[in-house]
């Protein structure tokens, strides 16, 4: 096998990568033993990758992790308030739940959805991560394979993708769909 | 090769980290910077190399390692952890990117042509860079200018793979694209770098001669 200039360059990176057939890396590199041009290339490519590798390349900035350490422990306590709080509002709920079975009517609904072919997101966990994409309407578990443009994704927690309008998947979303609404009436199955 | 590859990329040091997950997750919360303190640097330097902004980049640095904290639970054993934080960081970073309309700055460098259709302009031999350059300012300086200068798409990959050491699999899944593209940018992201920095770091030996005038390999 022979490689000429043009074979070489566009293999030179599967090559530093170790990704390609012996043959080919037999050809290039008697090719580059031969050729300075090549051999220039090879070694400044080698050189971009070893130097940008490096650890040493990026220093975080004085005190990074002194802050970083304190907006974790603010977080932590914000969170661990907010389980007590949470612990006192669940009690006082529980308390009021007869009550509140009591004085349901028919006259409670639903709020309506945004789109005639949306599954309401209710049994989403709140704080689960999900991806959604700029142009698209629904939010899916990271790796679905029915995410829309896959250039322009985001993860965000599915409260926030609930709250901007975004509807489940209804395919990687299936186990947390509530299979008790129906697409046409969009209200609980009585 | 990074510290953190040397120690918790180990088999002791991810069964270390594994211990340390799992008694996060019964409720030893404080046990959580002691997780991610050896990936600081990587964590920032992914946030900075996408938002170009130290204050930026500490901002969404933070804010990825609180979403980290805070879905601890759903981080699962088959992927890396210092995997699923970079995952993290580089969507936190994307996500206040589009927000900021940041990409309305967004360099020329690498958008002139199609992916792959790149020729190396600058032929100057280049000797072996001794690691210990990384210890002066200025070297480390341009070699950050010339990231930043690169097209979001290709230092986004570069950044990924050769920076933060993802597989070209886990790449292309954070990213959001197919192995082939990331193979693509890679090569593109990793000659124009070269291009960039040969003026610098490069001998002298030869300079665009007859290779760069109008042809186009590829």
Redesign the interface.
């Known amino acids: 096998m022979v490689v000429d200039c043009e074979h070489v360059w566009r293999e030179i990176s599967n090559y530093l990568e170790g990704d390609i057939e012996p043959d080919l890396r037999a050809a290039m590199e008697e090719h580059v033993r031969g050729c300075k041009h090549c051999t220039a290339v090879l070694d400044g490519t080698r050189n971009v990758v070893q130097l940008y590798g490096d650890e040493r390349m990026f220093e975080v900035p004085l005190g990074f992790s002194q802050r970083l350490q304190r907006r974790l422990d603010e977080n932590m306590h914000h969170d661990r308030r907010g389980f007590l709080g949470w612990m006192v509002a669940a009690a006082a709920a529980v308390l009021v739940a007869g009550s509140f079975e009591v004085g349901r009517s028919s006259g409670f609904s639903h709020p309506e959805l945004r789109s005639e072919h949306a599954h309401p997101g209710a049994g989403v966990p709140p704080d689960m991560l999900v991806v959604v994409s700029t142009g698209g309407k629904t939010f899916h578990v990271p790796g679905c394979p029915f995410i829309h443009d896959k250039a322009h994704i985001q993860t965000i927690a599915a409260r926030e993708a609930l709250r901007e309008g975004y509807a489940p998947c209804i395919r990687c979303m299936r186990q947390y769909l509530n299979a008790g609404w129906t697409k046409r009436s969009k209200r609980p199955l009585a | 090769m ?2 953190e590859v040397m120690t918790l990329g180990s088999p002791a040091g991810q069964f270390n980290e594994e211990m340390l997950i799992r008694r996060i997750r019964d409720g030893e ?2 046990l ?2 002691e997780l991610i ?1 050896p990936y ?3 964590v ?2 992914a946030a ?1 190399a996408i938002l170009r902004n ?1 204050a930026d980049a ?1 901002d969404a ?2 804010e990825a ?3 980290a ?3 601890i639970r ?1 981080f699962r054993a088959e992927a890396r952890f210092s995997t699923w934080l970079i ?2 960081t580089v ?2 970073a ?2 206040r990117k ?1 927000k900021e309309h940041a990409h309305m700055l967004e360099p020329i460098v690498g958008h002139q042509d199609g992916e ?1 259709n790149y ?2 302009r600058d ?7 001794p ?1 210990e ?3 002066r300012k200025e070297v ?1 300086h341009m ?2 200018e010339a ?1 930043a200068s690169l097209g979001e798409k290709y230092r986004e990959v ?1 950044v990924l793979r ?2 933060q ?1 993802l597989s ?1 699999e886990e790449t292309a ?1 954070t ?3 197919t192995t082939a593209s990331v ?1 693509t940018r ?2 593109r992201a ?2 124009m ?2 291009d960039l ?2 003026p610098g ?2 001998g002298s ?2 300079s665009k ?1 007859s ?1 760069a005038k109008g042809t186009k ?2």
């Open positions: 990074p510290e919360h404080d959580f910077y303190r600081e640097r990587r920032y330097s900075l130290e500490e640095a933070q390692v609180l979403k904290f805070k879905h759903q995952q993290i969507n936190e994307r996500m589009r792959g020729t190396p032929f100057a031999d280049w000797r072996e860079i690691s350059i990384l210890e480390r070699l950050s990231l570069f050769d920076m050491h070209i899944k990213l959001g694209i193979k890679l090569l990793r000659l770098l070269r920095l040969t770091l490069g030996w030869s001669l290779f390999p590829w």
